[in-house]
C-alpha cells in the first residue's frame, strides 16, 4: 500500500508485481519529463523521458503516462523486482531547461 | 547514456576547513553542470547552476561566498565548500546537461559526495 513517511511517500509491493509510481507537476507550460531512480547513497539515475506531444512511452520494463490535463505524470514497473526498490524523481521542465524535481517517491519490493 | 564523475565520493573534514568536491563530465562536453544538495529523505535541492567561462548562478538562499563553484572547463567543474561547519554535512551531487539542441536536454547525475563536517 502507500503511506506517507518521515519525508518520502513509500510504495511496498510484492515482488512479481506491477507498480505504479505518480507524480503532479506542478507547471502546465512543462513540455519534458524524466523520471530518475536513486538507489541509497548513490546520485540519481535516468530510467525514462517523454515529451508533452505524447501521453504514453515505453522502456524496458518501465512505461511513462502523461496526462496534460490533470498535470498528472506516472511510472509504471512490471514484474517489480528487488533491485527496483529505490526512491524515484520525477522532473518537469520546458524546454529542458529548469528541471524540477519532485519530493520523490520510496518503492520497497517485498519478498 | 552520458557519464558524470564526482570526486571524492566521501570526505570527512574538521569545522573550519575546506572542501573541494570535482564534477567531471567523461564523455561529453557539458556547458552547464548543476550542484544539489539532499538531506536524508528528502528531494534535491538545486544550489546554483555552473556555466563554462562565466559565474554560477545561485539559488535564493545559497551564499555563494560560503559554495564557490568554478566552472574552468567543458568537462569540469569544481564546488568549495568554504569554512565548513557540521550544518554543511550533506550530500552533494552534480549533474551535467546533455544537450539535444530539440528542447530535450538531459540531466546526468554523479554518484553524488557525501560531506560530513566534525
Known amino acids: 500500500g502507500e503511506s506517507v513517511g518521515l519525508h518520502l511517500p513509500t510504495l511496498s509491493v510484492q515482488e512479481g508485481d506491477n507498480s505504479i509510481i505518480n507524480c503532479a507537476y506542478s507547471?502546465?507550460?512543462?513540455?519534458?519529463f524524466i523520471w530518475y531512480k536513486q538507489e541509497s547513497g548513490k546520485g540519481p539515475q535516468f530510467i525514462i523521458d517523454i515529451r508533452s506531444n505524447m501521453d504514453k512511452r515505453q522502456g524496458q520494463r518501465v512505461t511513462v503516462l502523461l496526462n496534460k490535463t490533470v498535470k498528472h505524470l506516472s511510472l509504471q514497473i512490471a514484474a517489480t523486482q528487488p533491485g527496483d526498490s529505490a526512491v524515484y524523481f520525477c522532473a518537469e521542465s520546458f524546454y529542458g531547461q529548469n528541471f524540477v524535481f519532485g519530493p520523490g517517491t520510496r518503492l520497497s519490493v517485498l519478498p | 547514456g552520458a557519464v558524470v564523475s564526482q570526486h571524492p565520493s566521501r570526505v570527512i573534514c574538521k569545522s573550519g576547513t575546506s572542501v573541494k568536491i570535482e564534477c567531471r563530465s567523461l564523455d561529453f562536453q557539458a556547458t552547464t553542470m548543476f550542484w544539489y544538495r539532499q538531506f536524508p529523505k528528502q528531494s534535491l535541492m538545486l544550489m546554483a547552476t555552473s556555466n563554462e567561462g562565466s559565474k554560477a548562478t545561485y539559488e535564493q538562499g545559497v551564499e555563494k561566498d560560503k559554495f564557490l563553484i568554478n566552472h574552468a572547463s567543458l568537462t569540469l567543474s569544481t564546488l568549495t565548500v568554504t569554512s565548513a561547519h557540521p550544518e554543511d554535512s550533506s550530500f552533494y551531487i552534480c549533474?551535467?546537461?546533455?544537450?539535444?539542441?530539440?528542447?530535450?536536454?538531459?540531466?546526468?547525475f554523479g554518484p553524488g559526495t557525501r560531506l560530513t563536517v566534525l
Open positions: 507547471n502546465s507550460a512543462s513540455d519534458y
Open positions: 549533474s551535467a546537461r546533455v544537450g539535444s539542441g530539440r528542447g530535450t536536454d538531459t540531466q546526468y
